[in-house]
């Protein structure tokens, strides 16, 4: 199954990476591939969320969420166009200095009718600008 990992040090504490990473409904203000989210079923530290995403045209999928705050969340497929599976997940580490150390891992998994070739490309296309998108949004809150 394709995937990637990348890490990023954010200028600030792990709990405020992790007030942005678990604000699900608030990814379309600063993510813009991201055109909706829908939140269901939250029993405690889980929580299914509904992405409606623009990735060469508009997909709709659902994972589901687990979090184990404030240093980890992962998630697992639900269901979805154009996937067969979508997983991956945060590790928020403490970097000293008031700086957090934030690993982000995905893999996805598309139909047959998708090449692996462009999942590939847009996965190590898309995720820098991911993180970079997550780095300014958690540095500009106050």
Known sequence: MP????TI???APVEKCWAVISDYERY???LPEVKKIRTMNRRGNEVDVQ??????KVIKYTVHMKEEGPKKVSWSFIDGEFMKD????WVLEDGGNGTTKATYSIEVE???????A???????SQLP??????????????
Do not use: C, H, W
């Open 118 to 124: 462009i999942v590939n490309g847009l996965v190590d």
């Open 28 to 30: 379309p203000e600063f």
């Open 129 to 142: 600008k991911l993180l970079e998108n997550f780095k300014k949004r958690i540095e500009s809150q106050k």
């Open 110 to 116: 598309v139909g047959m009718l998708v090449p692996k």
């Open 9 to 11: 040090t954010i200028n």
């Open 3 to 6: 995937g990637a990992q990348r």
């Open 86 to 89: 979508n997983k991956g997940g």
């Open 51 to 56: 992405y409606e995403a623009e990735v060469v």
